[in-house]
């Protein structure tokens, strides 16, 4: 986890459990969650929390460059360690729906969401997740493995799948089932032809392109 520079050890260690916790609980119960609970999730003081974070919005911010720091490290990771790039991509699609990456955003206030992603710190590795997902999803069709009606934007928006779990059903397995249907119908053997035109590198752009208010 990329942490604040300058902090001594047990510091940065309070920060890192303060934002695991925080991640946990936002996704379990929302973003509206009492700090306090945050702090006795992490095992810290409410004091060492606002020391840290000196409020919700610092929190949430830091959550959210943690999520995307950690869809970085995935990408690599598949990119590295797969055999090739269908492999990979199918490892980054399952990781990223783990990751839970679209259930944050649709709980946050628009304009702090549009402000988390205008942070000039992150603009770097938004760039490197960007050309990860054109990487893999060039040259798995290249090899024939993924279906040639698809493009890097449209494996954008499976990256924030949401999946909603009934009562009684276990998260993990609504999810992996979900996940496995769609992996599916990415093959290049897949079904049905798709509506509409593949969403290209520019929609991969635009999706992850930051809008901010007009200035008053």
């Not at 974070?53 to 995935?74: H, I, K, M, T, Y």
């Not at 269908?86 to 259930?103: K, T």
Request: hydrophobic share 45%; glycine share 10%.
């Amino acid at each position: 986890m990329a942490v604040e520079k300058g902090l001594r050890a047990d510091a940065r260690r309070n920060r890192d459990l303060i934002v695991a916790a925080a991640q946990d609980l936002f996704l379990e119960q929302g973003v509206d969650v009492p700090l306090e609970e945050v702090a006795r999730r992490a095992g810290v003081g409410v004091g060492t929390l606002y020391r840290r974070f000196p409020d919700r919005d610092a929190l949430l911010r830091a959550v959210g460059e943690e999520s995307l720091r950690r869809l970085d490290d995935l990408a690599e990771a598949a990119w590295r360690e797969e055999p090739d790039a269908w492999h990979a991509l199918c490892r980054f699609l399952r990781g990223s729906v783990e990751l839970r990456l679209g259930v944050l955003p649709a709980k946050l206030e628009p304009h702090l969401h549009q402000g988390m992603r205008a942070g000039a710190d992150l603009h770097e590795i938004r760039q490197r997740v960007i050309a990860g997902v054109q990487r893999m999803t060039e040259q798995a069709q290249a090899d024939g493995a993924l279906r040639a009606d698809i493009g890097p934007g449209d494996i954008a928006l499976l990256m924030t799948l949401q999946v909603y779990t009934p009562a009684g059903m276990h998260n993990e397995q609504a999810m992996g089932r979900v996940v496995e249907i769609v992996l599916d119908g990415l093959r290049a053997d897949g079904g049905s032809p798709l509506p509409g035109t593949p969403l290209d590198e520019d929609d991969l752009h635009h999706y992850t392109a930051v809008r901010l208010p007009p200035a008053q």
